[in-house]
């Protein structure tokens, strides 16, 4: 009966340790904490579409997989249980030293502010100084470029950042571009974007050091797709729309 039981727990460890492999079939699995528009369930996002075809044009299947935090899809990727990163900062080898950068960006992230009866440009930081501002917690860009301002208010996710605006409890709140215009039509809320971007970070793929023979591969499939048509094919689909009028 112990015997049973403690095959049992290694085998539970085991399909906890590997929940993106096991879905895969077989296909390569990049992973990522970033949800829509960037990924969608149907794998229709930005980065689902974008990393399909980055890896079909060397007769590869590759995957996004999804992680409730993004700690835990870096810790995986750096020890080899799952493939790559879809899409992180520069420098992350520098903490994760199994990691290797492919040098063609995927795009650039802005920072911005959203509020609702507010319109002024945010030129810097010091524009948001007359302002309550709120954002979730854990986003170092926006912790480190605050300061120790008191009246900041610090939330566990998106859905309850955009609440705050909703009920007019803070002027303004700080996220990433095309997530928080996700948001905003998720929500049927007219949260007016100010530009322009208080940050804007390069973001890359990441690959495992098993497969360091594809990064320059992929950095010139990348490369190839920003001048064949195919990246703004997929960037006009999935992210522009966001920024039409509602």
């Not at 605050?146 to 700080?174: H, M």
């Not at 039509?185 to 974007?193: I, N, S, V």
Request: one cysteine or more; glycine letters at 6%; proline letters at 4%.
């Amino acid at each position: 009966m112990a015997y049973r039981l403690i095959s049992a727990l290694i085998c539970a460890s085991v399909l906890l340790t590997l929940p993106a492999q096991a879905g895969a079939g077989g296909a390569l699995v990049l992973t990522t904490g970033v949800r829509a528009p960037y990924t969608q369930p149907d794998h229709g996002g930005f980065l689902d579409r974008l990393v399909a075809e980055l890896f079909r044009r060397h007769g590869l299947q590759a995957v996004v997989h999804v992680y409730g935090a993004s700690e835990r899809a870096m810790q995986n990727a750096n020890a080899g249980i799952d493939d790559g990163i879809a899409m992180r900062i520069k420098g992350l080898e520098a903490q994760y030293p199994n990691l290797i950068r492919v040098p063609e960006k995927v795009i650039d992230n802005d920072f911005v502010a959203y509020s609702r009866g507010q319109a002024f440009p945010t030129h810097n930081w010091d524009a948001l100084a007359p302002y309550s501002v709120a954002h979730i917690i854990g986003w170092k860009v926006f912790e480190k470029n605050l300061g120790d301002r008191q009246d900041v208010t610090r939330v566990r996710n998106a859905e309850q950042l955009f609440e705050l605006l909703r009920l007019n409890r803070t002027d303004v709140i700080l996220y990433e571009r095309w997530q928080g215009l996700w948001w905003a039509r998720q929500m049927a809320l007219d949260a007016r974007q100010l530009e322009p971007p208080l940050a804007s970070l390069e973001m890359f793929i990441y690959l495992h050091r098993k497969h360091a023979s594809l990064v320059e591969p992929v950095a010139a499939a990348l490369a190839a797709m920003k001048k064949d048509g195919a990246y703004k094919r997929i960037y006009d689909e999935t992210l522009a729309p966001l920024a039409a009028r509602r």
